[in-house]
């Protein structure tokens, strides 16, 4: 009686330990600041669609992110893990703007997506612990 009352115990003890670590929400996100802006080719024309990435080396599981609107501007939301918050955190970031896909008069897809390669900018770019307005211009 004493082993299946010890058995019992342990199975007890192991089932509410992983509904304990199950509901866990992990890490919090870092506080984040508005960030956003505009992106346009060289000779001023906006960009109309994709996506812009802000990438840190501090954390590579964080994503700051955004879609380009047709007017050419974003505005970036952070993710990690379930965990999502408008703005960036604080610190510098390497960018690549994804372009979008090109459509026919039909509506469909003009041509098939063929790992276009997303675009590296040169500059890395700070988002401060502040408002951030970045004009981004293609290379």
Known sequence: MLHSTRCLFVWLVAVLMSIVVGCSSGPALPKTYAAGGTVTEKGGQVLKGGTIHFMTKSDPLLRVTASIKDDGTFSLFTLKDTSKADGAPDG?????IHLPLSQDKSG???????GVAPIRLPATYTVKAEPNHFKIVLP
């Open 108 to 114: 469909g897809l003009a041509d098939p997506h063929k």
């Open 92 to 96: 510098e970031y390497e960018v690549e």
